[in-house]
């Protein structure tokens, strides 16, 4: 080897040293989960369990801060413009992903500010109907539809929110006319299903488990590509009308972009390790998810598809940027 490769080499290896100590030692501070909804939601409860247990672990207070506002876009930019250490994470769900398909305007770049940790969670939905719609599946559904076209209603958690697509994707598939009634959420969408006055409604599963089990709305399918335990007289979407529907939520974590790699690989298997404790497990089905990890590279590939497939799936059903 020339001296002159021999000191590039020795240059490369001194810039590496400081990232690998500081991913040895990581963590010597408290780190804060900056959420972006409100206490009680699936994305909060998640940074809360894993928050509980990293603290546990790595004898590190770890902080959870709820941000509310401009669909959880405010506590992104906070996370945006933390500093690239790991001591500032974000727990975000699928509609971080949807956020570049309903703003024209955002003061961050969801691929380019953030490096991704985690996935934790999945889950899937219910696809609610009105007891005053004499459908028994998904078919008879869009049967009805196509003889009554625009006339159908679906409630949503608001234009473009997760629920607003999900229908969407069922009016594309199935090449029916459907009329949106957004509401100002979940809990207000459902009740418009239950009343009467919506006829349907694409639920996530931990916001109606209850009230299914309790026979007090009628579910007649699932969004996911498979039956849910609990409930397996209960179709898919996709066997009981709509080949190839899927519908499912997912939950995550994402870090400042330029986090360095060794501090996001020490935080996965970290994560990791804590989604596969038993009772974790059993704590996020409870919640009506499965809890599931991924690499941060693995990660990041989820967000950059999904934030394509909502684009186009924007465009075709002419959901317009505010």
């Keep these: 080897m020339s001296s002159n490769l021999a000191k590039h080499f020795l240059l490369a290896v001194l810039c590496l040293l400081p990232l690998s100590l500081s991913a040895q030692t990581y963590p010597t501070q408290p780190i804060k989960i900056v959420v972006g909804f ?6 909060d409860i ?17 902080l959870v801060e709820n941000k509310l506002g401009a669909g959880s876009n405010i506590a992104a930019q906070v996370v945006a413009n933390a500093p690239s250490d790991g001591y500032t994470l974000l727990s975000i769900s699928s509609a971080f992903a949807i956020s570049p398909a309903i703003y024209s305007s955002m003061s961050f770049d969801p691929l380019k500010d953030f490096s991704g940790v985690t996935l934790t969670a999945t889950g899937p939905a219910f696809l609610l109907v009105s007891p005053n719609l004499k459908v028994n599946s998904v078919k008879e559904l869009i049967d009805y539809a196509a003889k009554n ?12 929110s997760g629920s607003h697509f ?59 590509t498979k039956r849910i335990k609990d409930f397996p007289s209960l179709p898919t979407v996709a066997e009981s009308g ?3 529907y899927k519908w499912e939520f997912w ?15 020490k935080i996965y298997a970290e994560v ?16 009506g998810t499965t ?32």
Excluded: C
């Design 38 to 43: 409100s206490p009680g939601g699936v994305p």
């Design 149 to 160: 076209p625009g006339k159908v209603t679906y409630s949503s958690a608001g234009v473009g």
């Design 242 to 244: 709509v080949p190839g």
């Design 166 to 224: 999900a229908a969407e994707l069922i009016q594309a598939k199935a090449g029916i006319s459907l009329l949106h009634i957004p509401t100002k959420g979940i809990p207000d969408a459902i009740t418009e299903v239950m009343s009467g006055r919506v006829d349907f409604f694409i639920s996530p599963y931990a916001s109606a488990i209850s009230l299914v089990r309790a026979g007090k709305v009628r579910a007649i399918a699932v969004t996911s």
């Design 291 to 322: 809890a599931v990890s991924s690499t941060p590279e693995q990660f990041d590939a989820l967000i950059a598809a999904e934030i394509l497939e909502f684009a186009r799936l924007a465009k075709v059903s002419g959901i317009k940027p505010e």
């Design 272 to 287: 990791k390790r804590i989604l596969e404790l038993p009772s974790v497990k059993e704590r996020f089905d409870e919640l």
């Design 46 to 62: 998640a940074a809360r369990i894993i928050g509980q247990h990293m603290s546990e672990h790595w004898k590190q207070p770890v």
């Design 251 to 265: 939950y995550g974590l994402l870090a400042p972009a330029k986090t360095p790699k060794p501090i996001l690989q």
